[in-house]
């Protein structure tokens, strides 16, 4: 059998656990501008938006393994909705911490991202989102979406491993930056749905059902952490 070469693994750890070269501050402008282009014009929104379904969902499925309960399986679909099925106490902390974490993901994984890029760690982020999509994968229950998350993981480990410095700068502060700002567009879009009279089984109106409180709140928790992830990636990433 062939040995395994201790250089190579400690090139390998060097360049996943390593810091990169800090980007020019003119590319993060110009990625939050491409973040934000991608946000902004519902045309465009309706195709992007998947990603922050896949971080929406996973971060369902995630909370659920965390507190313990049974998760069945993760279906997205194509009109960007999703469905995270898990089992366990139809009540307590461990239901109300997992219906929570909807809308919550993708802001906060924005943030954490914001906050490994901030310690130029663009290569470790992008293997961690590789990861986190493998794993993600295993509980998909339907073509689409194991379309989608194939597709996307596929992304970040091409980047990872093709790309020079340069071009993993660029694709990691785009998707930061998208999911930071694509973060705050759902829970207004909610609040949205509610005014007319619809979405009467969202997170929100589960997360009221559990906690024996109007709705309004959870909804306002949703935009609290969304524009205070923005706010505080945001300062990670410009300060360069």
Known sequence: MASIDPASLGDLWDRVFGSQPAPDQWLVIVTAAVALVAVVPHALWRLSRNAITIAHEGGHGLIALVTG??????????????????????????????????????????????????????????????????????????????????????????????TGPEVQSAFAYTAVWFLLLGGVRPAFELQSKRGRGGAGDSDADQLGRLTHTPPLVWLLFFHAVSLCSLIGGGRWLLDV
């Open 69 to 162: 309960r049974r998760l069945d399986g993760i279906r997205l679909h194509s009109d960007t909705s999703g469905l995270t099925v898990s089992r366990g106490r139809p009540t307590g902390i461990g239901m109300i911490l997992t219906a929570a974490a909807g809308y919550t993901a993708p802001p906060l994984l924005g943030l954490g991202g914001a906050w490994l890029l901030s310690a130029h760690r663009i290569t470790l982020l992008l293997w961690l989102a590789t990861a986190l999509l493998l794993a993600m994968l295993v509980m998909i229950r339907n073509a689409y979406g194991a379309l989608t998350v194939v597709l996307t993981g596929a992304a970040f480990l091409l980047i990872s491993w093709l």
